[in-house]
């Protein structure tokens, strides 16, 4: 089965500052892997995709992650921090077959000005 | 751009009392699928369904618990005897095919 560990459930930056929200997943076959924002209040967003093509993925807002297959991680970034992007992020897995996401934990990002 | 729409977005209801939640997913879709979210908790697969059929459900998804899509438009998920621990943010989501998700704002469901 698959599964994905999202480190810190809080992750502070100053504005201005680069972003790293990480993610580990697991998975016995080659996997999809997402990450979605969820602002307060709000449905999830989907921010970017991996599907086995590029291994690193752009997305919206400036975002984007790189899929490294040794490292067995998919961990999301962005250059510069605005006070916008504070929210909650969720990494997910989909493993081709079955049907449902799995999610981590969700990542909590503070933006300090 | 196309929304999953979701209504309404906050219900109410008493324990024991049944509870209908309602999607209009994106037109073209092919694949819907409900996911719950517990205050504070991570979001949690519950059911996919395709071709008029359920095609996977998580062990969440028990007897209590049903899909429909009944006129081509709505996919509802229904709850028959809610209980305390069925509240939580309900989202729907539809998907042209197996990995293009895209989310409504969801329903929170507050069962007193």
């Known amino acids: 089965a698959q599964s994905v560990t999202q480190l810190g459930s809080h992750v502070s930056v100053s504005e201005g500052a680069l972003v790293l929200l990480r993610c580990n997943y697991s998975?016995?076959?080659?996997?999809?892997l997402f990450w979605y924002v969820q602002y307060p209040n709000q449905g999830l967003q989907l921010l970017l995709k991996?599907?086995?093509?590029?291994?690193l993925v752009k997305g919206i807002n400036g975002f984007e992650a790189e899929f490294k297959k040794s490292e067995t991680s998919f961990h999301l970034t962005k250059p510069s921090a605005h006070m916008s992007d504070a929210a909650e992020y969720f990494c997910?897995?989909?493993?081709?077959?079955?049907?449902?996401?799995?999610f981590g934990k969700g990542t909590h990002l503070i933006i300090q000005p | 751009e196309p929304e999953v729409t979701q209504t309404p977005s906050h219900q109410v209801t008493q324990m024991g009392q049944e509870v209908i939640l309602r999607c209009v997913p994106i037109?073209?879709?092919?694949?819907f699928y409900w996911y719950r979210q517990i205050l504070g908790q991570k979001v949690e697969f519950l059911v996919s369904?395709?071709?008029?059929?359920?095609?996977?459900k998580s062990e969440i998804f028990d007897d209590q618990f049903s899909v429909e899509r009944p006129d081509g438009s709505n996919f509802t998920l229904k709850i028959r005897s809610t209980k305390l621990e069925d509240s939580a943010m309900y989202f729907c989501?539809?998907?042209?095919?197996?990995?293009?998700?895209?989310f409504g704002s969801g329903t929170r469901l507050t069962v007193v």
């Open positions: 989501a539809s998907s042209p095919e197996d990995y293009g998700y895209t």
């Open positions: 998975s016995s076959v080659p996997p999809y």
């Open positions: 991996y599907t086995s093509a590029a291994t």
């Open positions: 997910a897995v989909k493993v081709g077959g079955a049907d449902g996401l799995t």
């Open positions: 037109s073209n879709h092919l694949y």
């Open positions: 369904f395709y071709n008029n059929e359920i095609s996977e």
